[in-house]
């Protein structure tokens, strides 16, 4: 919703130091304030993996992009996102907006992700139709809710572990699924797995529902170029949806259809990896949800490493 005009002949009202820093500092990221309440952690907080994982842009690259694909081959979900949103129109505009909801519920303060699940739910309750092959379906299917959950999380963590840290533990990786359960509630699922275990019994159990269309491959064909910073950022766009490919198992790429080439695999874990360093590097230089999040509770950003 847009502010209300302020009259002309009205004086606007002193700002305090506090809004004057939040606003310089990214405050107006579409009103979401990561500064502040000062002290309250949020669903998760420092030292959760959840604030690790996501705190590395390829991670969430990558993993996005594999998302999407596993969410494309399922048929309600396909036409669901296909149908009714505005990604073929502005794709740009889109991934920023999933983008933000993710930042606003694993950085945010406690009302911020609680006011991004009821937008969010909002918009899916006017979301229903048949699919491409004439089932009826509806967004707030608890079922379709728990597949986008587990299929963003599958995607950021596995990315977050390829190309990020490749030692993170079992135990760790345990957390984080567990550490999103209150997400992917919040979003409407009433139930999801907490654990590696529970996941990948999950996947197998969705895998027969999967199938290879052509929506992905128009997904594929407008996530490769479209980038906020124009042709330079094309090569690493690129990049980052043959690192998604990569990032399935190879009964997944079967099931949905996609494949990238030997010679492509082998030059590409490389290059994720040296931007995946690069990124960790600036992480401790960059004013974005995550180090605002740090300064809202008071710490070091090193707990995003």
């Known amino acids: 919703m847009n502010a209300p005009?302020?009259?002309?002949?009205?004086?606007?009202?002193?700002?305090?130091?506090s809004d004057v820093a939040a606003a310089r500092s990214g405050k107006a990221r579409r009103g979401i304030d990561f500064l502040n309440p000062a002290g309250d952690a949020g669903l998760s907080g420092?030292?959760?993996?959840?604030?690790?994982?996501s705190a590395n842009p390829v991670a969430l690259g990558v993993g996005g992009i594999?998302?999407?694909?596993?969410e494309l081959a399922e048929p309600a979900i396909r036409a669901g996102v296909w149908d009714h949103s505005t990604f073929k129109v502005d794709p740009i505009r889109r991934m920023e907006n999933t983008g933000l909801a993710a930042m606003a519920v694993t950085y945010g303060p406690t009302k911020a992700a609680q006011l991004t699940f009821d937008r969010v739910t909002r918009m899916h309750q006017r979301v229903s139709g048949l699919t491409h092959e004439g089932k009826p379906y509806e967004a707030m299917d608890p079922e379709l809710l728990t597949w986008v959950h587990v299929t963003a999380a599958w995607g950021f963590l596995n990315a977050f572990i390829r190309h990020v840290d490749p030692g993170l533990s079992r135990a760790d990786q345990d957390r984080y699924y567990a550490e999103g359960e209150v997400v992917g509630k919040s979003f409407g699922a009433q139930w999801v797995p907490t654990s590696v275990a529970e996941v990948e019994a999950y996947m197998r159990e969705m895998g027969p529902r999967l199938y290879a269309n052509e929506t992905?491959?128009?997904?594929?064909?407008?996530v490769r170029n479209a980038t906020p910073i124009g042709a330079a950022g094309k090569p690493v766009q690129r990049l980052f949806a043959a690192a998604a490919i990569d990032l399935l198992p190879d009964w997944l790429q079967k099931q949905t259809g996609v494949d990238i080439s030997p010679i492509t695999r082998m030059t590409l874990r490389p290059a994720l990896r040296t931007l995946a360093r690069t990124a960790r590097f600036a992480q401790r230089f960059a004013d974005g949800p995550p180090q605002q999040a740090c300064r809202?509770?008071?710490?070091?950003?090193?707990?995003l490493l």
């Open 216 to 222: 992905i491959h128009e997904f594929l064909a407008l």
């Open 46 to 53: 420092p030292g959760s993996v959840s604030w690790r994982v």
């Open 66 to 70: 594999a998302a999407v694909i596993l």
């Open 296 to 303: 809202r509770m008071g710490v070091s950003t090193d707990c």
């Open 5 to 17: 005009v302020e009259s002309k002949n009205r004086a606007a009202a002193p700002k305090r130091n």
